[in-house]
Structure formats: structure tokens, C-alpha cells
């Protein structure tokens, strides 16, 4: 029991040592954060503060941002007509791929958590999880494959006469924004429809609701964590979104994203790539906690 | 029929829902089919099959470019891996086992921040920032920005698996002697490994995927794959694109592969 | 069990806030004793458990352990050990390397280990599963491995949170039982927490009833159930008819029928006292005179009867300000009655006490 033996002297309790034990505690508490604390203020939070303090300065020749000269002539950018269209093509491709996304996705996920065999489902989930764990460039490009002028979706098009060449349009985009996200809005969805509790639908059929009635009152409201998460997942990226609309897009389906780091490369204007970052955050943030607020809960 | 399976109905909804899912995985999968078939057809064309060949994976292995980024795509991947894995872990303990210190909402949402921002924010801010301070962009500094990415999430993977564990699982070590390290160590750390682990695997993923970040931030000469293949793309469509993306599929079905048999594990072991 | 106080608790008092979650309990509970901690849900039991085990550290006060100050002391510094609710045993390891992980972080050689390993795990008739995973257990199982893995530490001191609450009833009788053998065959002191109080009264040498922090009466069984010391107690512990009255002198109490009648009432005459009777110390008979000399009778209707199996309850009218309840042994002896009989309730003066709030 030598363990046991080695020990200091030890007083009754009194609140001041509780109120020392408490601190002690917290001060444990703080030193397993302090790491990575210390690593996102200096890579992540400092960053954030100096894309806002950019934006507010001049351009050099090489766009590189020159301190001293503050002014607002990025911000007074945004309203030009050529940002409005980009934010507004951005903004509705989003939308668009949300809403579609939850439209194929909660069937889909509703299917596998319900209508499939329990042995069955882990197959169908595995099956899910592969496109959802591969590469998202490799995703994207394979419909550039695809939709290439020789290949066979081009060729169905003009043999049918529906539609011609579509690679480096906006529906292009979509398409790869739609394949890239959907089974990001999958798996939450599946998640928050899988831990339901069944009970609660057989008794509002119970209580005489009918089919449709039950999932609009029950499944639905119920699921609405996933939705929202799966939403926020979907979302997001694909306003920022700048691989698919680089390889799917060309000159006139320019996006948020592209424009933004054409902004640090050929644009050669430092100060208004940062002004733009800062807004379509600003707009991100809001939108989440709006979002969030409306019923969900961690991500 | 009780439970979800009451909710068949076996009329016409049933069979819409199941069209909706058949077809929902022919989407899924069909593209990236058609790429695995056509990195092996011996013609340019995408349209047309030129029969089996090996060309483009033999094309593809002496590219020696391609290869020196494949290499830097997995040592950045590993250590940023690694170090955030270690970070991210520490910081879901401090948020989940430790209520009550200093400033700990605001870390909390510091921690969040890293998820929900864009990626192409993400890139703008890393870059902006490394040359304020005056850091020259290479692979050290893509290494850097995966881990800023990486920590938090790892810390949302630790610490739902934290908060599913039952708390006096550490009691009951300490009832038994064992002291704050030794109850880490031996009880803590390999209850809530598989959400380490899926939490590393998760970091490893993002970090072999990163298009955005990296091509931002990375240096003249050292850049990785995807950003690589990115470039490739871009100039012209080969079908040696097709066998490098064969190949990745691959390595994502092996890590699905892996996730699984983490998540089985972790769940065998629960009593709860 | 000896003389030795095994666990001394002074003047303890925990906070959480504003609230106190323990208020000022002294207690000491003897060497070898199997002492429980009975009361409501949220009464304190739960905490003052893990202040001795040292899972929360007081407020104020002081904890002994065999005269040792450990009031502050951590857990892992203390010769006491804890069978916990949720059992917690570590899923990742083994039956045998869970209830040998004291012995190992004590640095015990590993030989020494394994063998007293063993032991424990006969000791609770698991011997078919030491290899076995706590997920390829049974619930009756994993707390058994649970008090092996306590026990096998030779702790000075059992503490034991409601370890029966999830098994069902006759594995939890079993179990009882099981216990209470185990404590009497390794001597340790054992203190046992529970809101069930029929397996305080089975299994305690004495039992410390709480509510809302305090503690409200320390004693053996019996005195818990034939002397409580306030309503409180008399309410919590079996059944219990509470009848108003007024004390006229010592040990005579007038009813709200007028009655007067005898009873334990130490109380100054005109005190507004409220009687308590034990529905299975009440006796019915049909006529006055049958009823034995020197007991109480009190003219009653039955207004209900309820079917027990091994009794019956009658619910009785008779003009007290109260329904009294009454439970009669279903045996041949004695006569069954049915509903709006008349009865005569009679019961001894040592069957009543009277609680003055």
C-alpha cells in the first residue's frame, strides 16, 4: 500500500480551498485547450483580422495591399454590375443545389433508413460513403469526361436533339455542384432519419393520421436537425465553391470563388480579393447562425 | 409491421421512393465508372474504346512531376495529420471534460469558425497572412495551413465520441489508483480511440483532397497532387488523368474500407 | 463488527451554487457495519457517497477515514473503493484485467495480481468469464464484476451507489442476499446507497434516512421502522396512517371522534399532535368484546378492500378527519370482511406514537 502512503498532510474543508481546487481545475482545463488555442489565433484568427484590415488598403503595381493609403474603393467595388452578377449567379447556383439536393436527398435517405432491409442497409450506406470519402477533384473532372465534346452524354444529346455541347456552361456547373454536394446532404440526413424514434410515427398513425400526415407532423419536424445541418453542409461550399466552375465553367460562369483568387493571381488586386472574402464570410456567418438558430443543433 | 418498416405502405409512394434511389446511386456512380473504364482503353477519345491498355498507368508512373507530388501530397498529409490529430484531441477534452475555465465559449466558437468558413476564405487569409509576416510559400506552409484547417475537425469527431462515454469510467480508473495520467493512458484514450482515429482519417481525407488552400499558399516547385492534377486538367484533358483518378478512387474505397472497421470496432465495445 | 469508527463525517456541507446538496450531516459509521444511505431521489445520498469516496470534495466539514483526515484527499489516494451505478466497467479490457486494474496501478507484481485476480472473480462465481468482454455480459454479471473489481483491493471501506437499481426484482432479491453474505465473509465496512427502503431494511445493520441534504435519523432497522423520528421518516418507510389529534396527558390522545385513546404521546397536554399507526399492527374484529383488554377500539365502516395476494388492505371510515388504512394477513384464522361492514379497529398503545409537526 505503498501508493497509498505517500501523501501530504491533508486540512477539513473549508470554501476557500474548495474555491482553490475549482480554479485548479479550470487552470487544467485551459492548458489542454492552450495548443491549439495558441495555433488558431496565430493561423486562423489573426489571418481573419488582416484579410479585414486589407481590404481596407491600396494597391500596389503587383496588387500586392500597401499600408497607409486607406480607403473604401474595394467595398465601392462590390456594387459594380460585374460583382453583382457573379454574386447573384453565385448565390442562386447555391440556393438551387440546395434546395435540389434536399429534394433527391431526403427521398433517398429516407429510402435506405425505411424501406430497405436492416441487413441490407449497412451495404447501401457503404455504398454511399464512397463517393462521399473520394476525391472531390477526381469527382468533378469525371464529368468533364463525361460532357467532353466527344464523349457520351454529348452524343446522346445530338442524336436526340436536346441539347449540344455543355461542357463550359452554367448548367455544366450545376450539375457538377449537384454530384459534388449530394451526398453531403445525404448523410446527415440519413443520420437524423436513422435515430428517429419510430414509436412516436406509429402512434400519431395511432391517433389517426394517415400516411402523408404522420411524416408532415412527426418524420418531418423531427428530422429537421439533419436537414439543417445536411443544408449548411451543402450550402456553403457551393457558394464558395471554385473547382467545379473551373473545370465545368468557362468565362461566362465565372463564380464567387474563381473571381476571388483571380483576384490574387491575374487580377493582381489584393485589397479587393480580401474585401470580397470578408462579405461572402460575413454572409456565411449570418446565414449559419440564422440557420441554426431556427432548430438545429451541432454540426 | 412495427416501427420504421410500418411506415410501407406498398402502394405507389414505395415505388417512387425506390426509383428515386436507384437512380439516385446510377448518378453516383456512372461518371466515375465511365473514368475507371476509359483509363484503360488504348485511345485518346473519350468517345470511342480503343481497346484494354496499361498505357496511361505506365505514362503516368514515369511523369515524374506527378510522382515527386504524390510524395508531397502524403508526407503534408501525414504530419499535418498527425499534429492535428494531437491538437484536435486535446482540445476536445479541454471543451468536454472541463466546463468551467476562462474564456472557454469564446474558444468554442473559434473552433467552429475553421468548418463553416468557405475554403477560398480559408486560402485568402493563409496567404494574405503569410506574407504579412514575411514566411516564403512552400511546402512548410501548406503543411501549416491543412493543420489551421484540420484541428477543429478532429475536435468535433473527439468529442462526440467524449460525450458518448460514460464519465465515470474515469472515476471508477481513479477510485482503482490509477492517477490523471495512468487514467488517461490506460481507460480515457482507448475508449474514445475510435473517434480518434476517425477523426485522423478525416483530417487525412480533407488534407489529401485541398485544391483551394493549397494552391494558394504553395511555394514555386512543391506543390501536391490534386493541386497538380488540378493544373493538368486545366491545360489538356488526357486520359493519364483518368488512371491518376482511378488510382485515388481506390485509395478512397481502401479508407472507407478503414472508417468502417473503426466504427464496427467502436461499437462493439459499448455496453451503453 | 468492532468498535472503531470506520468512516467519521463532521460538519460536512456541499454547495453547488446556492443550493446545498448536503446541509450539515454528522454521521460515524462503525468498523464492519453495513451502514445505508436511504432517501428520496436528490436527498444528498449520491453525494455524500462520492465525498467519501472523494469524487467531490466538501465544501466544509471533515471525513475521517479510521481517524485520517481525508476530507481533500483525491480519489486515487484513498483506502476506499466504489461500485458504481452504471457499474463503469472499462469496455476495452477483459473481466480479469478489469478487476486486476487496481491491484496494477498499485504496482502489484503481476503474478501476485492475477492470482488475487482469481480469487475475486470466484469469489462472485464469474469464473467461466474472465476473458469474456463487459459487452458479452449480462447486467447481473457486470455488477458482480464490478464488486470484484472493489473488493479485490481489500479496501478499508465498500461504498456502493444503488448498484441493484437495474436489475430486475428477483435478481435484485438475489443479489441482496449475495451481498449481504459477502460483506459478513470479508468483514469490510460497507456503505450502501438506495431509494428503495425495503432493501435498507433488508439488508443494513443501520440505516441513515436523508432528505434534502439533512439527515434525518440515524439507527438499526427496527428502530427506523417502529420508531421514526418524524413524519418525514414515518412516510418514506413502509406504510403509515397519519391521524390527527390532541394530547390530553402524557401517553392519552383524544381523536377527531371524540375517542380518546392510548399511545406512545410524550407531548404537553393541548398539543396538536398527528398519531401514526402501521396498517399491519391494526386488528379487526366484529364485536367490541372480542378484542383483547387493554387495546384500543374504534367503531369503523370498510369503504374499500384491496387483494394482495398474501393480505388484504381495508380502507377504513370512521370519523377521524382521515381514511385508515389496515392489512390483514390472508390466512384461515382470519375472517374476511367486505365493503360497508361494520368493524371494530383495535390496536395496543405501543403500535402508536405521536409526531408533534
Known amino acids: 500500500m505503498t501508493l497509498l502512503e505517500e501523501h501530504p498532510p491533508v486540512e477539513a474543508a473549508n470554501p476557500e480551498l474548495e474555491a482553490q481546487s475549482v480554479k485548479a481545475a479550470a487552470r487544467r482545463g485551459l492548458l489542454h485547450a492552450l495548443p491549439a488555442y495558441v495555433y488558431l489565433v496565430f493561423f486562423f484568427a489573426l489571418p481573419l483580422v488582416i484579410v479585414f484590415v486589407f481590404s481596407f488598403a491600396s494597391r500596389s503595381t503587383t496588387g500586392r495591399p500597401v499600408l497607409g493609403g486607406w480607403n473604401l474603393d474595394s467595398y465601392a467595388r462590390l456594387v459594380e454590375p460585374v460583382i453583382r452578377t457573379i454574386a447573384a449567379r453565385s448565390l442562386w447556383l447555391a440556393l438551387l443545389n440546395t434546395v435540389i439536393c434536399l429534394l433527391i436527398g431526403y427521398p433517398f435517405a429516407y429510402w435506405i433508413a425505411t424501406r430497405s432491409k436492416s441487413s441490407n442497409r449497412n451495404l447501401l450506406l457503404v455504398l454511399v460513403l464512397i463517393p462521399f470519402w473520394s476525391n472531390f477533384l477526381v469527382r468533378t473532372y469525371a464529368w468533364r469526361v463525361l460532357l467532353d465534346s466527344n464523349g457520351p452524354v454529348t452524343g446522346l444529346g445530338e442524336a436526340t436533339g436536346l441539347w449540344g455541347q455543355m461542357l463550359f456552361t452554367q448548367p455544366a456547373v450545376f450539375i457538377g455542384l449537384l454530384y459534388g454536394y449530394l451526398p453531403f446532404m445525404v448523410l446527415p440526413l440519413y443520420a437524423a432519419i436513422e435515430r428517429l424514434d419510430w414509436s412516436l410515427v406509429e402512434g400519431a398513425r395511432d391517433l389517426y393520421a394517415t400516411g402523408w400526415e404522420a411524416f408532415r407532423k412527426v418524420t418531418l419536424p423531427l428530422s429537421k436537425p439533419g436537414v439543417i445541418a445536411g443544408s449548411i453542409l451543402v450550402f456553403i461550399p457551393s457558394l464558395g465553391a471554385y473547382v467545379t466552375p473551373d473545370i465545368l465553367g468557362g468565362a461566362k460562369t465565372t463564380l464567387l470563388g474563381n473571381y476571388i483568387v483571380t483576384q490574387f493571381t491575374s487580377g493582381r488586386n489584393w485589397p479587393f480579393g480580401a474585401a470580397l472574402s470578408f462579405v461572402i464570410l460575413a454572409a456565411m456567418l449570418i446565414a449559419t447562425i440564422f440557420y441554426f438558430r431556427s432548430g438545429g443543433k451541432t454540426l | 409491421m412495427t416501427g420504421r418498416e410500418g411506415t410501407a405502405t406498398g402502394g405507389w409512394v414505395d415505388r417512387v421512393l425506390g426509383i428515386n434511389g436507384w437512380f439516385v446511386f446510377l448518378f453516383l456512380y456512372a461518371p466515375i465508372m465511365v473514368l475507371v473504364l476509359y483509363s484503360f482503353s488504348g485511345d485518346r477519345n473519350v468517345g470511342t474504346w480503343g481497346g484494354f491498355s496499361m498505357e496511361w498507368y505506365e505514362r503516368m508512373f514515369a511523369n515524374d512531376a506527378l510522382m515527386r507530388s504524390l510524395r508531397n501530397s502524403l508526407v503534408v498529409a501525414l504530419i499535418s495529420t498527425v499534429v492535428s490529430t494531437v491538437l484536435g484531441t486535446a482540445a476536445a477534452i479541454a471543451l468536454e471534460r472541463y466546463r468551467r475555465w476562462a474564456t472557454r465559449g469564446a474558444f468554442d466558437a473559434l473552433m467552429y469558425l475553421p468548418v463553416i468558413i468557405p475554403d477560398v476564405t480559408m486560402a485568402v487569409m493563409l496567404l494574405m497572412w503569410f506574407t504579412t509576416i514575411g514566411w516564403s510559400l512552400s511546402l512548410n506552409t501548406i503543411m501549416l495551413s491543412h493543420i489551421a484547417f484540420n484541428i477543429s475537425f478532429v475536435a468535433i469527431v473527439v468529442r462526440a465520441r467524449l460525450a458518448n462515454m460514460d464519465p465515470a469510467l474515469d472515476e471508477a480508473a481513479a477510485d482503482l489508483y490509477a492517477n490523471r495520467w495512468r487514467t488517461f493512458r490506460r481507460v480515457t484514450l482507448p475508449v474514445i480511440m475510435p473517434g480518434v482515429m476517425g477523426g485522423a482519417l478525416l483530417a487525412l481525407t480533407l488534407s489529401l483532397d485541398d485544391v483551394v488552400v493549397t494552391s494558394l499558399v504553395q511555394g514555386p516547385g512543391a506543390t501536391t497532387l490534386p493541386v497538380y492534377v488540378f493544373g493538368l486538367i486545366k491545360r489538356d484533358v488526357t486520359p493519364e488523368i483518368n488512371a491518376v483518378s482511378t488510382l485515388m478512387l481506390a485509395a478512397s474505397m481502401v479508407l472507407v474500407m478503414v472508417s468502417l472497421v473503426l466504427q464496427r470496432r467502436g461499437e462493439s465495445e459499448q455496453t451503453r | ?357
Open chain 3, 1 to 357: 463488527m468492532t468498535d472503531r469508527c470506520a468512516v467519521g463525517i463532521h460538519g460536512v456541507t456541499k454547495r453547488f451554487g446556492d443550493v446545498a446538496a448536503v446541509d450539515a450531516i454528522d454521521l460515524e459509521i462503525a468498523d464492519g457495519e453495513f451502514f445505508s444511505l436511504l432517501g428520496p431521489s436528490g436527498c444528498g445520498k449520491t453525494t455524500t457517497l462520492r465525498m467519501i469516496a472523494g469524487l467531490e470534495f466538501p465544501t466544509e466539514g471533515s471525513i475521517k477515514i479510521f481517524g485520517e483526515e481525508m476530507a481533500l484527499r483525491p480519489p486515487n489516494k484513498r483506502p476506499v473503493n466504489t461500485v458504481f451505478q452504471s457499474y463503469a466497467l472499462f469496455p476495452h479490457m477483459t473481466v480479469e484485467q478489469n478487476v486486476a486494474f487496481g491491484l496494477e496501478m498499485q504496482d502489484v507484481p503481476k503474478a501476485e495480481a492475477r492470482m488475487r485476480a482469481g480469487d475475486a472473480i470466484d469469489m462472485v462465481r464469474l469464473g467461466a468469464m474472465t476473458k469474456r468482454k463487459p459487452s458479452q455480459l449480462s447486467g447481473g454479471q457486470q455488477q458482480r464484476v464490478a464488486l470484484a473489481r472493489a473488493l479485490v483491493n481489500r479496501p478499508k471501506v465498500l461504498l456502493l451507489d444503488e448498484p441493484l437499481g437495474a436489475l430486475d426484482l428477483k435478481l435484485r432479491q438475489a443479489m441482496q442476499i449475495e451481498l449481504k453474505d459477502i460483506q459478513q465473509q470479508v468483514g469490510i465496512t460497507f456503505v450502501f446507497v438506495t431509494h428503495d427502503q425495503e432493501e435498507a431494511l433488508t439488508m443494513s445493520d443501520r440505516i441513515g434516512v436523508m432528505s434534502e441534504g439533512k439527515l434525518l435519523q440515524v439507527a438499526p432497522a427496527e428502530d427506523i421502522y417502529e420508531r421514526p423520528a418524524n413524519r418525514f421518516v414515518a412516510e418514506f418507510i413502509g406504510e403509515t396512517n397519519f391521524i390527527p389529534g390532541t394530547v390530553v396527558e402524557r401517553d392519552r390522545v383524544r381523536l377527531g371522534n371524540g375517542q380518546v385513546v392510548t399511545a406512545r404521546a410524550e407531548q404537553p397536554a393541548g398539543t396538536a399532535v398527528t398519531l401514526t399507526l402501521r396498517p399491519e399492527k391494526l386488528h379487526l374484529h366484529e364485536k367490541v368484546d372480542e378484542a383483547p383488554a387493554d387495546y384500543n377500539n374504534i367503531t369503523c365502516r370498510i369503504v374499500r378492500r384491496l387483494y394482495f395476494g398474501d393480505s388484504r388492505y381495508y380502507e377504513l371510515e370512521a370519523g377521524l378527519g382521515a381514511i385508515v388504512d389496515c392489512r390483514v394477513e390472508n390466512i384461515p384464522r382470519l375472517r374476511t370482511w367486505s365493503v360497508d361492514d361494520e368493524v371494530v379497529l383495535s390496536f395496543h398503545r405501543q403500535a402508536a406514537e405521536a409526531l408533534s409537526e
